[in-house]
């Protein structure tokens, strides 16, 4: 006898356990693997077409047959493993199903699974869903569908697809360059978020173009954000190689639209790199669109400079950067810097206008700022054989001419090398090391720490070097641990000579912190230098207090002792050291302590004086001296609780009134009140008794604003 009978939880549980062994929904199976075969029972299980599954149990006095719910599953078909899309294209996710779900929810991961973002929360479940592909540029992405009321059912990709961030991806080597036509190619994509992109193209200029000038144009097409940000900007440099993948120029400078010129160029395969880009924009907070422009051409405005780079014994010197700073400075242009090439000859092309030259082994000297030459040992100068870029001869371009430089000379340097670590011996990685020679100039000569810590700084000026590390969140220091360049120890470096080993530990320091106010209380915002005392040439650093408060925090500071020096003059103060001193040898001395901080360093500054200083025998002294001591005196009464002093002719006219002696001895007695109020020496002055008709001199009235001075 068959019957159907409601059949006990624990059988439908049994049931369910064995649909897990079934593969495809909807085949004719039978599977008995199952039966207990005990007290005589017998079991079988069928999935049927329609997804229902039908159980059958037997004993010795009945067949019972159960149909269970229809099977709900979901399988994804696309992406399915091994697809390529691209970010901003329009793509279908794709998938089947069985059984009863009305909607599902999809998401994706660009990490192989470990994280999931949706892409809906909740779609109707018609197997097909339209997804704009997001800026997440990677090659471990996932996508998972899953009913929207049940998340135990759910399928996700076999294997991870990519998502490249333009069509030309992946391009992150020279091996993988992608090929551009001459011409305007659009729509590339700089990832600058997770991946942190590397971009590399080629492209070809046929025998019909050469020895035409080659233009080589990137710039940024993202929109910018709408209002801009504080302190927002748009930046993009790149690297122009040859097809030995020789470096032939670099472009940097604080512009989103830059340009190089190639003139004169060779048939052949170029490269183009572009390993930097901001990439905060209104359409991404990670990635920025740009184009690429290729052309050649006889007219394109250009100015020309031509010479030779050579050393000491007049052999060129291949490899060497040209770098042009236009003059006056503005870093949000281009800055290009060209290589020389054999026999240490060049000619660069450039826009007509006026620059400084600077000639070194690395573009513009900076440790980051060319990744695909190795710096080449010359120590870096600019034009005309000058140190520094404030003392440069500046160089004039003008279309359609050339300017001729002959031989250029360098030095060949010195090569320095060391490992720098932290406090507990651990390496440290991308710590910035320069040099400086002797007497303190730079051309900006330095480089970075590997992984291991480890440094090797070439192109270091000869006759003598010190060499400054610096880091993120640690303090700054000189070797052989020292604060400043003054105190720091002289190298004796030598042409083509390694000194090794010179090694840095970096601490993370201490602070100093403190307010500056005027007279009245209210916080200013002027320069504050900060000095050792082991150096009073060299300025430890320099900061600005705040606008409003007047606070101002120096972090990072090597353990040791300090002067501060309040700049105040350009604000319209009267600049002092701390605390109230007039000089560097009078100041009191701030120490600092590892980790520790130092606050409470405050500077109460008054305003300056009309016509300070006051020369002796030339100064004549007017009502606009006289009426100022006296505001400030007054000031410095009401301070102490004392009222404004009752002088002789309280209103002086400015231009008018005749300064005489009976002036001075009023305002002496004046402040002498709030002096003894504030329990403080009497000033002493010169003509202590001063008379009707007797001259007022510039020493009087100098001394009497430095007791003013003394006192607010």
Known sequence: ???????????????????????????????????????????????????????????????????????????????????????????????????????????????????????????????????????????????????????????????????????????????????????????????????????????????????????????????????????????????????????????????????????????????????????????????????????????????????????????????????????????????????????????????????????????????????????????????????SRSQADHVGLSAGQTVNLGDVALDIGAIVSGRVTDAGGNPLANTWVGSQDAQGFSADNSALTNTTGDYSLNGVEIGGAKLRFSRSEYAVEYYNDKPTFGSGDLLATQSSVTIPNINAQLTSGGSISGTVSNTQGHGLSINVRLWSVLDDTFVRAGISSLTGSGNFNFSHVMPGDYKIYFNSAAAGFAPEWYDDAASFAQATVVHVSEGGTTSGINAWLADLFTDDPLVPGSSMIRAAHITELRSRINAVRARYGLGAYAYSDPTLTIGVSVVGALHIPQMRAALQEAYDLAGRARPTYTDSTLVPGMPIRAIHIAELRAAVSAIE
């Open 1 to 387: 006898m068959t019957t159907k009978t409601r059949i006990r939880t624990p059988i439908i549980a049994v049931a369910c356990a064995m649909l897990a062994t079934y593969a495809v929904a909807g085949a004719q199976t039978v599977d008995t693997s199952f039966n207990p075969g005990a007290n005589g029972l017998v079991w079988a299980l069928a999935v049927q077409a329609d997804g229902k599954i039908t159980v059958n149990y037997t004993t010795a006095a009945k067949t019972v047959t159960i149909d269970v719910a229809p099977v709900a599953t979901i399988i994804v078909s696309s992406p399915n493993g091994g697809e390529s899309w691209v970010v901003n294209t329009s793509q279908n996710i794709t998938w089947t199903s069985t059984g009863t779900i009305a909607n599902v929810k999809i998401e994706y991961s660009t990490n192989n699974g470990t994280a999931w973002t949706p892409v809906t929360a909740s779609t109707p479940n018609d197997g097909s869903h339209p997804w704009t592909v997001p800026y997440a540029s990677s090659t471990q992405c996932l996508v998972r569908v899953s009913d929207a009321s049940d998340a135990a059912i759910f399928d996700v990709s076999n294997a991870v697809f990519n998502i490249f961030s333009d069509s030309t991806e992946p391009n992150n080597d020279s091996a993988s360059a992608a090929v551009l036509p001459l011409g305007t190619t659009g729509n590339l994509i700089y990832d600058g978020g997770n991946n942190q992109d590397i971009d590399w193209y080629k492209f070809y200029v046929p025998p019909a173009q050469a020895g035409r000038d080659l233009k080589v144009n990137v710039r940024v097409t993202s929109p910018y954000p709408n209002p801009l940000p504080p302190n927002w900007r748009s930046d993009l440099d790149f690297e122009l190689l040859d097809g030995a993948l020789g470096v032939r120029g670099q472009v940097f400078g604080g512009s989103d639209n830059e340009t190089l010129y190639l003139p004169n160029v060779a048939s052949g395969w170029y490269y183009i790199y572009i390993g930097y880009c901001t990439t905060s924009y209104a359409d991404s907070s990670d990635y920025a669109r740009y184009s690429v422009s290729l052309e050649t051409g006889t007219d394109f405005g250009l100015g020309y400079l031509n010479g030779r780079v050579v050393d000491g014994a007049g052999q060129g010197i291949e490899k060497v950067f040209l770098t042009l700073y236009h003059f006056p400075d503005n870093w949000n242009i281009s800055f290009p810097a060209m290589t020389t090439g054999p026999g240490g000859n060049f000619t660069v092309a450039f826009l007509p206008g006026t620059y400084d030259l600077n000639f070194a082994g690395k573009a513009g000297g900076r440790s980051d700022a060319c990744r695909n030459q190795p710096p080449v040992n010359v120590v870096a100068e600019y034009y005309n054989n000058k140190k």
